[in-house]
């Protein structure tokens, strides 16, 4: 596909529609806006940044990249972990950051209603300030945005118990690639009038719609949690137990998370904090919550006995709530001390069903050898989904550290199709992973989705360069 460039006339057309203060071409915006937070990427530079109010400025806005063919690239807070929000054909990057007001709090309906650019945390925050709860908790909950977790489908901690962030939609408001504002859903919870738009709308990576504005649905805050801390001597012993606790715990946790050593290592680095057995090879962390105390106990207790049994050091149980958000600040760390102490890595995302953990885990390690890389692994490993890590060896040149990366993401990813797990678990194809989309998708299964992307946008303006490898023979 051949784009145009963003003329002086265009940058004129958006002023129209947005007023001065909306368009920046300054280099400093084109660079800032030019990456997130994946660090393989080079970044890419947008020809101009808009800052939309509403959806008719949105509107007008896709009327004219349409009648112009010029790209946009939608973008919340730039937290994505697969190059989503990078401009790959420069053009226009419409950022959501004045689109940031709680329309509407209706405790009962149990809903909220915001628009995309609210960081999630803020969402969490205001419902639990009323005895509720935002179930949906990625990692980058404090500065990811609501609109990027929703076409990302964000995963996070609470996956196991309460589902990703589609789960948790009940309406969207959407301008479609050619202009039109459409409604999906509302504060009802069952609704089946037609296609599930929201079920594709929700993951489509920022390019079958702009999501201006989303129903939420709440839930009663859970009255007693617990997380407990778990050292283990090996991985082996850590992962294996992963499906016992599943089965045997009596009571399905909202989280079980693992760590090994090396991710500890860079929790601890970041933080300057630690936990209890740093120097044990794995740790779970497994969050359980119950309608009363005594319940809650009995539950830990139980589950502690298990995993003592399954070859655990010891069972450490946070039960008020500094305790667990120390825990959680630790775990939550992980990627942030990857990002800053080992800047030249990839970030991987793959999902299997629970029982094949341990061969993605212990094959990983197997694989970063083969091809003379490091790597570390942890993530929410009670919903199957495991973040391997692959890392540059400090003295290793940046020509084989691209060729080995390569080749060990290939391996990955055909080990993880043999276990009939997927590429991405939670952080999208977007640009890093779509020349490898052709290892789990045939070609009937990529012109299925190829064949929606083009009914909704015929002219290919939105979010160009995305998950679909054959694009860019276009
Ligand atoms: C430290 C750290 C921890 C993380 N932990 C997790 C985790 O636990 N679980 C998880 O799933 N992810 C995690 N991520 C990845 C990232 O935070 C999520 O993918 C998040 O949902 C991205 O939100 P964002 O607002 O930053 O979106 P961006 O990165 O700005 O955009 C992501 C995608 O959404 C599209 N988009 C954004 N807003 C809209 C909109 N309004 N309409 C249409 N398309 C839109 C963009 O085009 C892009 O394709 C983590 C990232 C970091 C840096």
Redesign the pocket.
Known sequence: MNYSRVTREVIEKLKEILGEGGVRIDRDYLERYSK??TAELEPLEPEVVVFPKTPEEISKILKLANEMKIPV?????????SG??VPAHGGILMS?ERMNRILEFDPENMVVVVE?GVITDEIQKLAEQHGLYYAGD???SE???I??????N????RVLKYG?TGYHVLGVEVVTPTGEIVNFGGKMVKNVMGYDMIRLLVGS??TL????KIILRLIPKPKYLATLLVPFKSVDEAILSVPKVLSEAGTLPSSIEFMDKKSVQMAYKFLNESIPNMEADAHLIIEIESADKESLSKAYFNLGDSLMKMGAIEVYVADNRHQRMKIWKFR?AI??GI?AFRPVHCMEDVSVPIREIPKIVKSSDDIAERHGIETLSFG?VGDGNVHVVFLKPIEMDESTWKKALDEALVDLYKLTKELGGTMTG???V?LKRKKYLKIFMNDEEMEFMMKIKKALDPNLIL?PG?IFPERDKS
């Not at 690239?73 to 972990?81: C, Q, S, V």
């Open positions: 997130d937070e690239t939608p973008r919340g807070a730039g937290t994505g972990l989503g929000a959501f995309p990625p990692a980058s500065s990811s945005s609109g990027g977790n929703v076409a990302e964000a995963g996070g901690t990703p990576e920022g719609g702009i999501i201006t939550k990627p942030e990002i929410h939670e952080h999208g977007g979010n995305k």
